[in-house]
């Protein structure tokens, strides 16, 4: 007995070392799928033909061929089909969507057609305004009846595979704008009424009433869907334009419109062959993340946080992308500041460009010194650009030649009370300074707004200057470069004092030879003080000006300057105020002041006005700067952001930005433009800010390539998106990841519009094509706020890139540090997940761009199929990744419960269905039991994979792409991964490689 027990356990221990020494002398490639040949004469299967019926071949709404000539199903055929028509192409089509707006006439034209299309076996949608005009025992509804409730609750009936994708779509959507209340009942949803069902089956239900219907008749189908979804409410057209009067682009909508269709096709295909293929986004089937990071603050060159941020994310597996702003600013900080805006009319009819090339958030051009800009205070706190501000911060300005060179120069109030002098450094017309002196005689509690005038008539310029309090000061020059106070300069005898901030400016207004005061405050009211004699500090009592509206008024904080602004022989009147405008008032013959409204220029402010807005607490002044014998504007305001051009030579930190810019190049990380629009820029001055912004870039080392991608400074374009977009593609721009619709008032990421998001192509306007070479898309909704969106997209694969403002972020311990942790775990959590991968938004779009213009031909087998790509008509801007097409397999009610095995290297199994790259033919075959984890597989890729070669038990990779490379590996047996500088985690049977820099070869060693 012992003996046998002996026997048994040496036969055991033979045969485990045979299987052990067969295991080792097993060759790598036996763990590798065999490629395959296309035999010759396959017969391809025929295409899905869908029809798009209307009352002509112009589609009413565009929306419907839009998103069905965009479907990711392959071998889709879509094809407007007017009603004259149809009757002899019917058969033709395997399904048929009805065009909006269609007529009960012209529905009852064709309805027996359509109803002996579905009965002979066609597929057919009904949109919400058709189910009342077919009989029910077509559609399966007995009746419709009102629904008031606007509640997102709603029941989902189980329904038969092939159908369930349609719910799953109406399913994610309703559930995250219902968690996240991102649909407003009074302007968002409007169901109208539902279906009370008689043979119909119901896919989504609202209590006793049905939404989305299926009904089988004869050997056919017809689906019918609530108006809710698809939503024609808001435009969801592609090309963003408008029908019906629709207010805007809705991203939410937009997309869940395209995924219901997408679904559609998918239907249609599992019906007709069993199973649907679908082109997938992404690098062989998976898709992808990204970080966009607008890069605008100007100290964050010298806090070097690009760099940071790049070396914080390759501790975490990720990789950023850069868009960098031409004017690169201080967000939230406000500075006293002067303008000069040259008059290009004739000096009767003053004229002004407005919003110049180097304006950014103001107009006109800057006053500097050799070394910079100048500015003066700085407003206190953090406020952004459209922030209400309170304090009459202003550079108060006033002109004389104070030095006697013959030069004008500037005297310069400041909310800090001191008055300065700035020497005019330049020749006639420059905007050149010495840096300005504070003047030591001369100061005021706060707020001090100084005018020139010479008082007592004795040559000298003399100031008077308010304050904040209202009050008026005489400053005498004492002929030596000083000056001396001589007090308050009273009315009968008592001290002017205003509600508050006196603005004064002197002129003999009334023309009796005697210096006037005309003088500004708070309130927003200009007082004229008549001179009693000359040299008197004794002015009359104040008289609030009057004008052709009553009393003279403009919004609070006058600053008024007098000047015979048409040249009639009338002195006229220009007041700043608050908003950063001036109002302009002609004084007829009469005495009389006729408000003119705001002064304008040739451009649109960002408001969309032509008035000169050029921040807050405008302060005008008239002169001939230029010496061309014509009236000029020099403006002291309050200005947003202290901004500079970042190729300007006196941009202060031009080592550190070229040391982040090159950390960045290094890193093989792409910069592209962070594009300044507003949304009422011309063509012409839209061109010519891409033109500023391609030299910019040029001049500073960063190759403006004519592939090049571009986001949105306050994410705002045109109001006709399609001039921007079109614009864009001219300066070789191919990719559009950060833009705001027209008239949406939210923004991406935050905006509960942005809630769904999907990326499409720009249709194009050439009727022999689908679409123009332009993407468009969103950044993902908020990951820390809005996480269950992200799960929602997930099931539909949407790659997903982040935005972030990453500048002044990057101190560790502090909130917004931690802040950008978390959203940096929450995204690899994410990745891992749903196998997502990292890479740059050029990665990605050059990703979009394989999956659009590639194509996929199928042949079934009697194993299976046979999947063949067709890369003939990717453009070259695809570049390395050409061939990297991936597909999404779903069985269909025909295959239930089979499972797949594929020669493809690239498998991954996951949201009821299979990815499988597909670079090179492939074969599928349908069996009852896989054996893909028996084989050396890719799960997925950021990055095209070459291999090199296969030689007994090594297997040699090229991972084809630089920045960040990540390859996930799959393998049965033990594996020895090696390669220069590469990270690799095992676990269990995967090997997750990351590597950074240039290509890199990868060994795999059995």
């Not at 299976?864 to 061939?883: I, Q």
Request: glycine share 8%; charged share 25%; net charge negative.
């Amino acid at each position: 007995m012992n003996q046998y027990k002996y026997l048994v356990i040496l036969l055991v221990a033979v045969l485990l070392l045979a299987s052990c020494s067969a295991n080792r002398t097993m060759e790598m490639e036996t763990y590798l799928p065999q490629k395959i040949s296309v035999p010759k004469g396959v017969n391809f299967e025929e295409e899905i033909e869908v029809a798009v019926l209307s009352t002509s071949e112009d589609i009413h709404t565009k929306s419907i061929v839009q998103h069905l000539q965009q479907s990711l199903v392959a071998n889709i055929h879509v094809t407007p089909v007017a009603l004259k028509d149809f009757s002899h192409l019917k058969k033709d089509y395997d399904f048929i969507y009805l065009d909006g707006q269609l007529g009960e006439k012209e529905i009852e034209e064709v309805k027996d057609e359509l109803i002996s299309y579905v009965n002979d076996g066609g597929s057919l949608f009904l949109s919400h305004e058709y189910g009342k005009q077919f009989p029910s025992e077509f559609t399966g509804i007995t009746r419709f009846e009102p629904i008031t409730d606007k509640e997102l609750s709603f029941t989902y009936p189980e329904v038969r595979r092939n159908l369930s994708g349609l719910q799953e779509v109406w399913r994610t959507f309703t559930d995250i704008y219902g968690k996240y209340q991102g649909l407003k009942a009074t302007h968002h949803i409007d169901f109208k009424e539902g279906a009370v069902i008689g043979t119909a089956t119901p896919l989504v239900n609202k209590g006793e009433l049905s939404l989305l219907t299926a009904q089988s008749y004869g050997k056919g189908t017809v689906i019918w869907a609530n108006k809710f979804l698809p939503n024609e409410q808001f435009i969801t057209r592609f090309d963003l334009q408008a029908e019906n009067n629709q207010k805007y682009f809705h991203f939410g909508y937009a997309s869940a419109n395209y995924l219901f269709r997408n679904e559609l096709m998918k239907y249609i295909a599992k019906e007709k062959y069993g199973y649907s293929i679908q082109k997938a986004y992404g690098t062989y089937g998976r898709p992808s993340l990204a970080w966009q990071a607008h890069y605008e603050a100007l100290y964050s060159f010298v806090l070097r946080d690009m760099i940071k941020w790049t070396e914080l994310l390759e501790k975490h597996n990720q990789i950023p992308t850069y868009s960098i702003v031409r004017g690169s600013y201080n967000g939230g900080q406000w500075q006293e500041t002067l303008r000069f805006h040259e008059n290009i009319g004739t000096n009767s009819e003053p004229n002004f460009v407005n919003v110049e090339e180097n304006s950014f958030f103001s107009a006109g051009k800057v006053l500097t010194t050799k070394e910079d800009i100048i500015r003066f205070e700085r407003y206190p706190g953090y406020h952004t650009f459209l922030s209400p501000l309170e304090l009459p911060y202003r550079a108060y300005a006033t002109v004389a030649d104070l030095n006697a060179d013959g030069k004008l120069d500037l005297l310069v109030g400041s909310y800090n009370g001191n008055v300065y002098f700035m020497q005019n450094a330049g020749e006639a017309g420059e905007l050149l300074f010495e840096s300005p002196v504070e003047l030591k005689d001369v100061h005021v509690d706060q707020a001090a707004a100084p005018t020139v005038v010479d008082w007592n008539d004795n040559q000298k310029d003399d100031l008077i200057v308010g304050n904040e309090a209202g009050e008026l000061l005489l400053f005498l020059n004492d002929g030596k470069g000083g000056f001396t106070k001589e007090g308050n300069i009273t009315a009968n005898g008592n001290p002017i004092k205003l509600v508050g901030n006196a603005a004064p400016t002197a002129v003999d207004w009334d023309g009796d030879g005697i210096i006037d005061l005309l003088v500004g405050d708070k309130t927003g009211q200009v007082y004229f003080y008549k001179g009693k004699e000359t040299g008197s500090i004794d002015v009359s009592e104040g008289i609030a000006l009057q004008s052709s509206d009553g009393v003279l008024q403009v919004d609070s904080f006058a600053a008024p300057a007098v000047v015979d602004w048409n040249e009639d022989g009338n002195l006229d009147l220009l007041v700043g105020d608050i908003s950063g405008e001036i109002t302009v008032f002609l004084q007829q013959d009469d005495g009389l002041l006729v408000n003119q409204g705001k002064l304008t220029g040739e451009t649109k402010n960002f408001f969309g006005t032509n008035a000169i807005n050029v921040g807050h607490f405008t302060v005008p002044v008239v002169v001939d700067w230029n010496m061309d014998g014509k009236k000029d504007l020099l403006t002291g305001h309050l200005e947003y952001g202290n901004p500079y051009a970042i190729d300007d030579q006196l941009f202060p930190y031009k080592r550190e930005f070229k040391e982040n810019i090159a950390h960045s190049q290094s890193k093989k990380i792409p910069l592209i433009p962070h594009m300044y629009f507003n949304e009422n820029l011309t063509d012409e001055n839209e061109n010519h800010e891409m033109e500023i912004h391609r030299n910019s870039f040029n001049n500073l080392g960063i190759p403006w390539k004519e592939d090049m991608g571009v986001n949105h400074h306050t994410w705002t374009i045109n109001k006709d998106a399609l001039q921007t977009f079109k614009n864009q593609q001219e300066y070789g721009i191919w990719w559009n990841f950060g833009f705001r619709p027209p008239n949406v008032s939210t923004a991406p990421r935050d905006g509960k519009e942005f809630l769904m998001i999907v990326p499409f192509m720009l249709p194009s306007e050439k009727e022999d094509e689908r679409f123009s070479k332009f993407i468009l898309f969103s950044p993902a909704p908020h990951n820390l706020n809005y996480a269950q969106a992200w799960d929602g997209l997930a099931k539909f694969d949407i790659p997903l890139t982040y935005f972030e403002h990453i500048e002044h972020s990057m101190k560790p311990g502090t909130k917004v540090y931690k802040k950008l942790i978390d959203e940096i775990n929450f995204m690899n959590e994410f990745r891992e997940k749903y196998k997502y991968t990292f890479q740059t938004e050029e990665q990605m779009a050059r990703s979009f761009l394989n999956t659009f213009y590639g194509d996929v031909h199928f042949a079934a087998t009697n194993e299976g199929v046979v999947v063949v790509p067709d890369y003939s008509n990717v453009p070259e801007e695809v570049k390395e990744y050409e061939k990297t097409l991936g597909i999404k397999l779903e069985l269909g009610e025909a295959y239930e419960g089979k499972e797949i095995t594929t020669s493809s290297m690239f498998f991954y199994e996951g949201n009821d269905g299979y990815y499988i790259g597909v670079d090179e033919p492939i074969k599928i075959d349908f069996v009852e039991k896989s054996t893909m984890l028996e084989q050396v597989h890719f799960v997925r890729s950021n990055s095209p994979v070459e291999i090199i070669s296969i030689e007994k038990n090594v297997l040699r990779l090229k991972l084809a792409t630089k920045g960040m490379q990540e390859l996930e590996i799959y393998s049965p047996v033990k594996l020895k991964v090696r390669g220069k500088n590469i990270k690799v985690n095992k676990n269990r049977n995967s090997y997750s490689i990351i590597h950074y820099g240039d290509e890199v070869e990868i060994t795999l060693t059995k």
